[in-house]
T-cell receptor, first 113, second 115 residues
């Protein structure tokens, strides 16, 4: 079946540090891939997405590249800020059928000044 | 403004007392779903709906009911809540399910405590 595995948290970084949150997936065909972010006390919101192999999604300084050969979609940011503290979810939407999003378990990021 | 609205945001109730959490979207989306979020377990889907009058079980449907009489509304009903249903609940909608339409919009969440 379809599944998403992302690195366990929590992740604690100092401001301006480089961020990587690993995400790998299992799915047949070419799913669409997403990163969602959940700020404290809020619902999830879409951060970025990629719909085909080698696509790079980007938003707010975050990037992720759809790697079909390694079935990965790692989230990166060159210089994190305190305001990036949140929970990050990797998700996929299967290529076929009317099936819902599959989420990873989330990674909590804390950025300290 | 495009949004998914859930109510209430916070709710404390007693075991066995029926409750409903409302969810409404203003984007004419076909697909709506309910999730619960628990520490260490991430998001788990409770129920989903492909369109009006079409609902189906997600991963953890026990103890919950839903209905989809109108396209915009998708209430979550707990007929007899129990303490193990204490959780943070999210409603979400997307244009439709499937690969290219997978982007979901989430409500602000409802924190439910059952004592």
């Amino acid at each position: 079946g379809n599944s998403v595995t992302q690195m366990e948290g929590p992740v604690t970084l100092s401001e301006e540090a480089f961020l990587t949150i690993n995400c790998t997936y299992t799915a047949t065909g070419y799913p669409s891939l997403f990163w969602y972010v959940q700020y404290p006390g809020e619902g999830l919101q879409l951060l970025l997405k990629a719909t085909k192999a080698d696509d790079k999604g980007s938003n707010k300084g975050f990037e992720a590249t759809y790697r079909k050969e390694t079935t990965s979609f790692h989230l990166e940011k060159g210089s994190v800020q305190v305001s990036d503290s949140a929970v990050y979810f990797c998700a996929l939407s299967p290529e076929w059928g009317n099936t819902p999003l599959v989420f990873g378990k989330g990674t909590r990021l804390s950025v300290i000044a | 403004e495009a949004q998914v609205t859930q109510n209430p945001r916070y709710l404390i109730t007693v075991t066995g007392k029926k409750l409903t959490v409302t969810c409404s979207q203003n984007m004419n989306h076909e697909y709506m779903s309910w999730y619960r979020q628990d520490p260490g377990l991430g998001l788990r889907q409770i129920y989903y709906s492909m369109n009006v009058e079409v609902t189906d079980k997600g991963d953890v449907p026990e103890g919950y009911k839903v209905s989809r009489k109108e396209k915009r509304n998708f209430p979550l009903i707990l007929e007899s809540p129990s303490p193990n249903q204490t959780s943070l609940y999210f409603c979400a909608s997307s244009l439709r399910a499937g690969r290219s339409e997978g982007e979901a919009f989430f409500g602000q969440g409802t924190r439910l405590t059952v004592v």
